[in-house]
């Protein structure tokens, strides 16, 4: 079962939007997921139609009362099963502090269930606390949600001191494998300066053994789109509120990056860095349509993204050339049908 906590102590950057978009694509893609709601706001909850009041009492029945975690399911989809949560949740902190072992509470509650399912994806709530520090001992991964504006980068460095020292002392397998680019816009400069920063950062780490020197940022960026704000409100996922839309199409291959499916890099701020900084905002409206067109193609055909080095030209001949690789794409896509 791969293992997987998403976690950023910030609010509002996307967490629980890629838990319940994500964890239903990998249902839908026919992976038996476990969803774990470990914020005591229940958002996951809610955002998968269940009423937190009546069945929200599960994680806090695990942590605190020792409940079985296969009692303690609800099965809220056709093979995606969630742990959920209610305000009760708050209380967990200061009720388990004189408990030993406190910090591995939910890393032997899910033991029984390891064998059981594909994945098992956490939503952590927006701080360093207990809950979240569970989270990270009970799982192999991090994934980072991170909503490239102004302070993107404000207590990124808080965050990875504290999954280094659980990797230290809790939990050696800890790993942060990915940054997710959520509430992208590919038209803001900002935002491209922002994952510069990060990829800098990362690739600075590639040879040391901090639990991100294999991190890699998900080559697809969650385009800001108002549908995926809505769709909690209906207690549905992206795809039953909205199936074509952006959201969908990008959480998808949010799915089908971590089936591995996704290898190559949609490489836009590569092509802008080349071009003349003059043009770069032109370049990037151009760049962000021509994503638009390389992910939908990818999503109908589930093929990596053949996007490769384009150089200089400029961008209208680098557009004719992303639509003949993608069109090439389309055109061999039995080959590699997954
Ligand atoms: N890509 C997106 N485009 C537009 N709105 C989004 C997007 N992702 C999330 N939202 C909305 O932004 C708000 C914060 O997202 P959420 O996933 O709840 O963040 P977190 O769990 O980190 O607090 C929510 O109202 C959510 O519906
Ligand atoms: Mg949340």
């Known amino acids: 079962m791969r293992t997987i906590a998403v976690l950023n102590q910030k609010g509002g950057v996307g967490k629980t939007t890629t838990v ?17 709601d470990l914020d005591p706001q229940a958002h996951l909850t809610i955002h998968l139609g269940v009423d937190a009041g009546e069945d929200g009492s599960g994680t806090y029945d695990v942590l605190v009362n020792a409940a079985d975690i296969k009692d303690s399911l ?5 093979n995606l099963f969630l742990l959920g949560a209610n305000i009760d949740l708050v209380g967990a902190e200061s ?17 029984p269930i390891r064998d059981d399912y594909d994945f098992l994806i956490i939503d952590c709530p927006p701080s360093l606390g207990l809950l979240s520090l569970n989270a990270l001992a009970a799982v192999d991964e991090v994934l980072i949600p991170i909503q490239p504006h102004f302070l993107a980068l404000q207590g990124f460095g808080q965050l990875l001191q504290t999954v280094s020292l659980v990797s230290k002392r809790i939990n050696p397998a800890l790993k942060i494998s990915a940054i997710l680019l959520c509430m992208f816009d590919s038209r803001v400069t900002l935002s491209a300066e922002v994952k510069a920063d990060i990829a800098q950062f990362l690739e600075s780490a590639r ?7 294999d991190a890699k940022i998900v080559p697809v960026y969650i385009r800001r789109n108002i549908k995926l704000a809505e769709a909690p409100s209906y207690g549905k996922t992206i795809f039953e509120y909205e199936p074509n839309c952006n959201g969908a199409i990008d959480y998808q291959l949010v799915a089908d990056f971590l089936c591995g499916r996704i290898k190559e ?3 836009v701020e590569d092509i802008v860095e080349e071009l003349d900084k003059d043009e770069v905002e032109d370049v990037e409206i ?3 349509k021509l994503v638009d067109d390389a992910t939908e193609i990818a999503s109908e055909n589930a093929a990596p993204i053949p996007i490769q080095s384009i150089g200089t030209k400029p961008c209208n001949e680098v557009a004719e050339h992303v639509k003949d690789d993608a069109g090439d794409v389309q055109a061999g896509a039995g080959a590699d049908s997954l």
């Open 207 to 213: 040879d040391s053994d901090c639990p991100w020197s």
């Open 265 to 267: 890099k949609v490489v």
């Open 74 to 78: 609800v099965n809220v989809r056709e």
């Open 95 to 111: 009720e388990l502090v004189s408990v030993v072992g406190r910090e591995t509470i939910l890393r032997e509650a899910i033991e």
């Open 20 to 36: 319940a978009n994500t964890a239903a694509a990998l249902a839908t893609k026919g992976k038996k997921v476990v969803a774990i």
């Open 286 to 288: 151009a760049a962000a």
